[in-house]
């Protein structure tokens, strides 16, 4: 079994930044992708980016790319979201997840964690 925890999300003002991070533990294998999913009120929850956990690959939604940018730090076993230049459309709760087969897609992570909410003013 995985456990994540989410933390540092909070209320920005649009251009401002934040940085989310996810506690990973557990003793089972995270499997090929580590993500970050989004969602907000009366919406899907949605791709954010992921790491490939084998090669460290990354990978973005178009909505976030060149904004947000997803790393992990093998030693204090955290996965980060970086965000800058946030927009009042980024607010959402914010998910980490683990175990995924198909890296974009939500429905096959196996370990999720509680989410933290990220909220955008103009």
């Known amino acids: 079994q995985v456990q994540l925890r989410e933390s540092g999300g909070g209320s920005v003002q649009a251009g401002g930044s934040l940085r989310l991070s996810c506690a990973v533990s557990g003793n089972a294998d995270t499997g090929d992708c580590m993500g970050w999913f989004r969602q907000a009120p009366g919406e899907e929850r949605d791709y954010v980016a992921n790491i490939h956990t084998r090669s460290g690959s990354t990978y973005y939604d178009d909505s976030v790319k060149g904004r947000f940018a997803i790393s992990r730090d093998n030693v204090r076993n955290t996965l980060y979201l970086q965000m800058n230049g946030l927009k009042p459309a980024d607010t959402a709760m914010y998910y980490c997840?683990?175990?995924?087969?198909?890296?974009?897609?939500?429905?096959?992570?196996?370990?999720w964690g509680q989410g933290t909410q990220v909220t955008v003013s103009s």
């Open positions: 997840a683990a175990g995924g087969d198909i890296c974009r897609i939500d429905s096959t992570y196996k370990f």
